[in-house]
C-alpha cells in the first residue's frame, strides 16, 4: 500500500534540474564468484545498461539472481545513474536492502515500502514495491523488475503502468523471474525481446525433479479427520530420519485437521499463512530448526530458503497449484551448496495439465543446464 492519502492531497512533482548525487565512487565489495551461468547474464545485463534497453532474465529459482545483478548496478552508480529494485512484494524489499547495502557500503540503499519512514528521501540505489513506484515519476536509468510473475504486479495494470512511468525516457529495464508466463516465453521465442536463461543454480547441480504420488480422495478423509496412509508414512519417514518438511495445503481452512493429524506424529509443528501475524516468527523458527514440520498456504512458494528440507504438496490438481506456484514450491528443495538435493512430492487425486508442465518445465532447464555445461 502506499499509506494514506485523500483526494485533496495535492500530487508535487519537480521540474527544475534533475538531482544528482556523485556515486562515481560506489565500488562494489564483494569476494564472491559467479557460476557460468551467472556470469554470462551479468555480462548480458551490463550491455543493456549501456544500449539503454529492456532484458529478460529467465534464472531457475535458487540461480542466485541477486548476485547476477552486482556488476550491473555498479556500473550504473559509478555513471552517477539512479537505480531502481521493484517487486510486487515487501518480504522481498526487506531481505534486499540489507544484501545490497552490504555490498555497496558507501552509498545509502533505500528500501521505500507502504509505512516506510524514509520513503520520501533521495536514494542512488532504491529497492521499492511496485506500489510505492507511483510516487516516482520518470526518476530512474536503470529499473530491475524482480518477481515480474508474483501476485499481484503480474494481473494489475495500474502496477504495470507504475513500474514504466518510473523510468526516465532513455533507461535501461530488467525483468526477473523464474516462471514467465506464456506470453512472455511467446516473446522469447519470436526474439521480441532481449532474454538470456540460467538453467543451472549457482551451486550447479540439477534441480530436483517432482514426484507424482496418488493418494485418492483426501479431501473426503480430511472431513472425517484423517489424511492418507501415503502421505502419512512420506512424513513419518522423513521425521524418523530427522529432515525437516514443509508442507503446502490449498485452503487456509484444512490447516487445522492438517495440523491435528500431524501432530500425532511431532510436537514441533506450525501452521502459517498471509493473514498469521506470526508469520515471521514461525519461518524463522523453521530456519533455525526449532521445528519439523510447517504447514502453509502458497504464501511461502518463493521468498524463503530452509538448509535442508523435502517438500510435498497436498492436493497437487488443486486449481491454486498453476505451473508457475508449482515450479515455484518444488524451488524450495535443494538451494544450498551443503544441501543442493531433496525431495519434492506431489500427492494428488488427479493429474493436471499444470503438474505436468511444471515438472516438464524443471526437466528442461535440467536438460538445458546439461547440454551447456553448467551441471557438475
Known amino acids: 500500500m502506499m499509506g494514506r492519502i485523500s483526494e485533496c492531497t495535492p500530487l508535487i512533482s519537480w521540474t527544475g534540474p534533475a538531482v544528482i548525487q556523485d556515486t562515481a565512487s560506489a565500488n562494489l565489495e564483494w569476494e564472491g564468484t559467479l557460476s557460468p551461468g551467472q556470469q554470462k547474464a551479468s555480462d548480458k545485463l551490463e550491455q543493456m545498461i549501456d544500449e539503454q534497453s529492456e532484458l529478460l532474465i529467465w534464472a531457475v529459482c535458487g540461480a542466485g539472481k541477486t548476485e547476477v545483478l552486482f556488476k550491473g548496478i555498479e556500473k550504473s552508480l559509478q555513471q552517477n545513474k539512479r537505480v531502481c529494485i521493484a517487486t510486487p512484494r515487501t518480504d522481498v524489499v ?159 481452512a484444512y490447516m487445522k485437521n492438517v495440523k491435528y493429524v500431524f501432530e500425532q506424529l511431532t510436537t514441533k509443528i506450525e501452521t502459517v499463512h498471509a493473514e498469521d501475524p506470526q508469520r515471521k516468527e514461525k519461518v524463522q523458527k523453521m530456519r533455525k530448526k526449532k521445528l519439523d514440520l510447517l504447514i502453509t498456504t502458497t504464501i511461502l512458494e518463493r521468498g524463503v530458503t530452509f538448509s535442508n528440507i523435502d517438500v510435498a504438496v497436498i492436493g497437487a490438481e488443486n486449481q491454486i497449484f498453476t505451473e508457475s506456484a508449482l515450479v515455484q514450491i518444488a524451488g524450495r528443495v535443494g538451494r544450498k551448496k551443503d544441501y543442493p538435493s531433496g525431495d519434492i512430492t506431489f500427492f494428488h487425486y488427479g493429474k493436471t495439465n499444470s503438474m505436468v508442465a511444471a515438472r516438464n518445465q524443471i526437466l528442461q532447464s535440467n536438460k538445458e543446464a546439461k547440454e551447456k555445461g553448467m551441471l557438475l
Open 94 to 252: 526487506l531481505e534486499l536492502a540489507p544484501r545490497l547495502q552490504e555490498v555497496f557500503p558507501s552509498i545509502t540503499v533505500l528500501p521505500v515500502y507502504g509505512g516506510s519512514e524514509d520513503r520520501h528521501l533521495y536514494s542512488p540505489l532504491t529497492i521499492s514495491t511496485t506500489h510505492q513506484l507511483f510516487r516516482f515519476k520518470q526518476a530512474f536509468d536503470l529499473v530491475i523488475l524482480d518477481e515480474m510473475d508474483a501476485f499481484p504486479y503480474s494481473v494489475d495494470h495500474a502496477l504495470q503502468f507504475a513500474v514504466h512511468h518510473a523510468r526516465k525516457p532513455a533507461s535501461a529495464m530488467i525483468y526477473l523471474t523464474a516462471t514467465p508466463d506464456a506470453s512472455w516465453k511467446k516473446k522469447c521465442q519470436q526474439n521480441k525481446i532481449n532474454y538470456v536463461t540460467i538453467p543451472a543454480r549457482f551451486h550447479q547441480h540439477p534441480l530436483p525433479v517432482p514426484e507424482f504420488l496418488w493418494c485418492g480422495n483426501w479431501e473426503k478423509q480430511l472431513k472425517k479427520g484423517r489424511i492418507p496412509k501415503v502421505i502419512v508414512e512420506w512424513v513419518e519417514r522423513r521425521l524418523h530420519s530427522n529432515k525437516q518438511v514443509l508442507l503446502f495445503i490449498p485452503k487456509i
